[in-house]
């Protein structure tokens, strides 16, 4: 067993009814900052009882997974998905028990996950980029700490495509 296949994180919502297990290393950590990610957040914020989604920029942070590679292990009759309108790809799903947001999926076929950084316990590898930035508040600087792009960089792209690689030789 390689060491990559090894590597195990655990996401909870804040209740622990539902939680999330995700194996091998992420294809990305970043914090996005487009319009459809703070209009979730905002909705899934206004939802009882749920706790923040946006960090104090107005980034949402993620670690991206593929699909293969994260599952529900607890509570998955618990998930329920939220849409920003009917017609939307995106499905911003919750755990029905407290609200917490748990992770982002897509209609399209994409082949990751998007996780919500702020759902996983333990040592977490850290955010590598900012994307999507011309939408962040305007009254908010962003930190020299990490790379900031206004929108998707091909580095992002590359990432993506590099995980797909492995799932298309799979089959």
Not at 12 to 30: D, K, M, R, S, Y
Not at 48 to 62: F, I, K, L, W
């Amino acid at each position: 067993m390689s060491k990559q296949s090894r590597i195990s994180r655990t996401a909870t919502c804040h209740c622990g009814h539902v939680e999330l297990t995700a194996t091998g290393e992420p294809i990305v950590t970043n914090m996005c900052y487009c319009d459809d990610c703070q209009a979730g957040a905002r909705q899934i914020e206004a939802l009882p009882g749920s706790r923040p989604v946006r960090n104090p920029d107005g980034g949402v942070s993620y670690i991206l997974y593929r699909k293969d590679r994260i599952s529900c292990s607890k509570g998955l009759p618990l998930l329920k998905t939220v849409k920003l309108t009917e017609k939307s790809a995106t499905n911003r799903v919750v755990a029905s028990c407290c609200n917490s947001a748990m992770f982002l999926n897509f209609d399209d076929g994409r082949h990751w996950v998007s996780a919500y950084r702020a759902r996983f316990q333990g040592e977490l590898p850290p955010v590598q980029m900012r994307i999507c930035t011309k939408f962040k508040p305007h009254n908010v600087p962003l930190p020299p700490d990490i790379p900031s792009y206004s929108g998707y960089p091909t580095r992002f792209i590359a990432k993506l495509v590099a995980a797909w690689v492995p799932m298309l030789l799979r089959r």
